[in-house]
């Protein structure tokens, strides 16, 4: 668990939102770029992307050193570490999965040439900071902003066997399939294991775990770490409450997505901290489901 945080606080997540983004955060409100033109459906909340531009083939060159110039950026910023960021959607996501890459260039079509840009970015990471100090985040099973694959199994394989010929790879962060609902309790399928076996390194799951549960896969040779999302969020002291089997400071939803960097990210209090007067806080963080 110890390890997850260090991994944690020195690995930056290296990723390009693009196709997600809305023109109005893009300088000049340029159209976000992607692999693809077609714009995401709006969801529940009704948020409306941008049409994205589809990346031509000569401008791809350009994107895969962009990344290279972020993870070196990253190491002399003093992180011991980048993550690169192939998983929910974002850019490299995009490429890889068909729903979102109607592509008939080489980064299109065959399931190599849909990995394409995202092994290419790996080689120049790689080249550039060295294979020990490069995670890759990867969620086959997810299928947020239309963005899934028809065969996950394959993407998946696929992903890892390439990760298996880079030497001394950080490690590869896989998150869980959506999880099922069982007897009106949330369930981790486990979907994971067929990458894990086939993955040389140390691998990493992700996605509603607890405390018992992460244990549990450690124990059982799942996963070498886990990492966690929300109840790190919501509790700045994860590792130590683990260690100590303490309670945890519920996290609240209302926050999660907002523009305030606070109230709801650094203001969640640390064990001794939950003496003092909370009344005093911006607010009460009570809303855990
Ligand atoms: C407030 C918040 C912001 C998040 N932002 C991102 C993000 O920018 N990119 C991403 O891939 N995942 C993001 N996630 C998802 C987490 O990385 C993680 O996959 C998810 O919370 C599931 O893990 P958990 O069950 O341990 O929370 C975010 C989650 C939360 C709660």
Redesign the pocket.
């Known amino acids: 668990m110890v390890q997850a945080q260090a991994a944690t606080e020195a690995a930056i997540?290296l990723?390009a939102?693009y196709k997600m983004g809305r023109s109005l955060r893009i300088p000049n409100g340029q159209a976000p770029i992607s692999s693809t033109d077609k714009q995401i459906t709006p969801d529940d909340s009704h948020m409306v992307y941008s049409k994205p531009r589809r990346l031509r083939t000569d401008e791809i060159p350009q994107i895969v050193d962009d990344f290279r110039v972020a993870a070196r950026n990253a190491i002399e910023a003093g992180f011991d570490g980048v993550e690169i960021?192939g998983?929910?959607g974002?850019l490299i996501d995009q490429f890889m999965k068909d729903s979102a890459n109607d592509r008939t260039d080489q980064y299109g079509g065959s399931l190599e040439n849909r990995c394409r840009f995202a092994v290419e970015v790996i080689d120049a990471v790689v080249a550039e900071v060295g294979a020990d100090r490069v995670g890759v985040?990867l969620?086959p099973y997810i299928d947020f902003m239309d963005c899934f694959d028809s065969d996950p199994e394959a993407l998946g394989s696929y992903m890892v066997q390439r990760l298996n010929k880079y030497p001394g790879l950080l490690y590869c962060h896989m998150?869980e399939p959506r999880m099922a609902i069982v007897e009106g309790r949330r369930k981790i399928t486990h979907g994971l294991l067929p990458f894990r076996k086939q993955f040389n390194g140390t691998f990493i799951a992700?996605?509603?775990?607890d405390r018992e549960e992460g244990n549990k896969v450690v124990d059982d040779g799942y996963a070498d770490l886990v990492?966690?999302?929300?109840?790190?969020?919501g509790n700045p002291d994860l590792p130590r409450r683990f260690e100590l089997n303490a309670p945890l400071n519920k996290?609240d939803r209302s926050t999660?997505?907002t523009h305030n960097s606070v109230v709801?990210?650094t203001d969640y209090p640390f064990l001794e901290e939950k003496k003092e007067d909370s009344a005093t806080r911006p607010h009460s963080h009570t809303n855990q489901s």
């Open positions: 997540p990723m939102p960021h998983a929910h974002y985040r969620s998150v992700s996605g509603g775990y990492a966690y999302g929300r109840l790190f969020l996290y999660f997505y709801g990210y």
